[in-house]
């Protein structure tokens, strides 16, 4: 198999070949698509109300504040109630955009209409422009035929998929809290009703919900990840050193060996999607127990896995829990590595934190909401759909601020048979300048996230967690 190339597109989804050994049940897919269309966005500025833009993949702004420095707008709500967010419909729409100001700077007012909707937009400042998805920004949607209150999003980050969606309740509010797609609260109640909660504070909103939405989630510290921008920067800088070969690695004396053999690599020596993740493992493990690991002690099957005659066979002639049990035995030498003296169960760094149960589809950042979709709970020795990578990641890297994940992609084949079939590093870190981001690198290439759940939306990727804070050196890829 060819190298990955990052920048072809049309990625097509892997089909499973009847038989493979266990060194190529970790092979990966080829062509990964990386470009994605970025997209400004700011309120309009002409008289008429404009159309609600069409959804872009639309990039996250930096410079956000943590939740205690919310940029509030609740005064200039109060003081544009009667004759903008509640004013007769026609009288909404032929408001002209203009700007306003509080102590937390210029904010920008405007009205758009879509179809069977309207929308009235007080969005902030950022850079001389006026985001629509800025952090403070609010969103109201009102009914086109009758102008009665749909739903409003307040932004929570400078990320059009970090949000709040409220609505109303009869007599009361409700919200949802949706990061990425995934809806991490559902139906929260809030004691009041629809329109005082729509001239309300954020502060408000998080007094009333503070014993039902962890508003931690929303107040990164980007320091933490010092450590983990160091290793992503440390891969990315020995990548073109590097090359992809099918079912390649380092041993632990540094040579090119086959995984599924260990003899030695011919010319073209170079790593598959397995031995880069045990690259990126023997970087962190070098400097702390001055060796690197054993490709061989990393195949081996996990022994406590239950087997009936039938399964036992799968397991000789296929394979399918190849990059299951790599991962796993990676994560344990480094954590083990760590922590000299503890033994650790293979399971144990495991990632199986379920912080959603629904999935929103939708990338809109003006419109958007119910009916959610079911999301898949996790399972264990499979993990999580891929298509919920990002929100996922998104509260575990809140959650164990420089932890890095080692994921073992899995699908069910034409037999009904689930394989692990392709090994990715994934390295979840907020931006100094506090956006959040992923960095993926599979097969001695970086990619992307979404390359990653394109190609695969509905199969599954199993985590497995590792820390970052050691010092990365690698072993130097031999030459020719």
Known sequence: MEPLNPTMEGMKR????GTASRARAGRPLRGLGLAFAL???AAAGAAAAPAAPAAARLPALGGDTPLDRFPESDDLRTSLWKGFFAAPRDAALAA????VGNEYGSWRFSPLRSGDAFYLVLAPERGGAYPLYGQGSWIVKRAADNGRFLQAKVFLRSDPGVFLRLYPAGERSRLDLVVYGGVVNREVPLPVPFERLLVSSMADIAAWSKDSVDWSLLSPR?????GIRRLAEGIRARLPGLRY?????LDA????????SGAPQGVEAGLNCSGFAKWVADGLMGPVEGRWLDPRALAARDASRGRSSFTSHLEASLDPFFGLDWTRNLGKALAEARLPGRGQALDENDATLEPFSLFSVSNDPVNGG??????????KGVGFETRGLKPLLYVLAIKNPGSAYFASISGVDATGLRRHYHVAVLLPYFAATGEFKVDVFESAAETSLEALTRRAPKDFAHLVRFETDSTFAPPAFPGP
Not at 253 to 260: M, S
């Open 14 to 17: 892997r089909h499973f070949p």
């Open 39 to 41: 997209a400004a966005l």
């Open 96 to 99: 002209a955009p203009r700007t």
């Open 222 to 226: 980007p320091g933490l990840y010092a």
């Open 245 to 249: 070969a099918e079912d390649g690695a």
């Open 253 to 260: 004396a540094g040579r090119a060996v086959l995984i599924a």
């Open 370 to 379: 119910p009916p959610y979709d079911a999301y898949p709970s996790y399972e």
